[in-house]
């Protein structure tokens, strides 16, 4: 039977590839003001280790977004 590349398989577990997020700013000793107010009001939807883990990766260049993310991933809420 005649196949047509146009239909070719993109699903193919070969093309999924893991992306990891590199962090958008520089590391820094302690979070902005704007930081500090997200995670307050942040912390009363989540636990001490979600907050503590975002934190940690806010300090260490990641933004709100990602932080959020790859704590979601890794602890949950």
């Given amino acids: 039977m ?3 590349p146009a239909y070719k398989n993109v699903n193919s577990s070969s093309s999924k590839k893991k992306v990891v997020s590199k962090p958008l700013y520089k590391p820094r000793k302690d979070l902005s003001k704007l930081q500090k107010d997200l995670m307050k009001t942040h912390k ?3 636990t001490k280790e979600h907050m503590k883990m975002m934190k940690n990766l ?8 990602q932080a959020h993310g790859i704590t979601i991933k890794k602890i949950g809420k």
């Fill in 58 to 65: 806010m300090l260490k260049g990641y933004c709100f977004q």
């Fill in 2 to 4: 005649y196949k047509n």
């Fill in 44 to 46: 009363e939807q989540h």
